[in-house]
């Protein structure tokens, strides 16, 4: 995976969630790790704006009501976290690719 797709994803999820992202470039699973922590707390804290972001970045209903009703309690940030890299990564790749 193109580690430059993966920096402009941070940089748009960095808005998103307000991350603080390290120096050095990200990989994607540790992008994950970035990330879920905070998605866990938008699931217990509020949600309705984890909702809102989650639409925003175009998850897809259908994908973000997966992964709420079959994820295992445990692993559900993390989950939801990937699922959010991963369309934000695809959204990099699309816009570059039509650029």
């Not at 699973?29 to 804290?45: G, K, Q």
């Not at 973000?64 to 692993?75: D, F, G, T, V």
Request: aromatic letters at 6%; glycine letters at 2%.
């Amino acid at each position: 995976m193109n580690s430059v797709y993966i920096s402009e994803s941070a940089q748009l999820l960095q808005k998103d969630f307000e991350l603080s992202l390290p120096e050095e470039d990200l990989t994607r699973e540790a992008l994950i790790e970035l990330l879920s922590p905070v998605v866990s707390n938008l699931l217990n804290r509020d949600f309705e704006r984890l909702l809102h972001i989650c639409y925003r970045i175009d998850l897809g209903e259908q994908k973000l009501k997966y992964i709420l009703h079959q994820a295992n309690p445990e692993s559900l940030a993390k989950e939801l976290s990937a699922a959010l890299v991963d369309r934000q990564i695809q959204k990099v790749e699309i816009r570059r690719r039509y650029q």
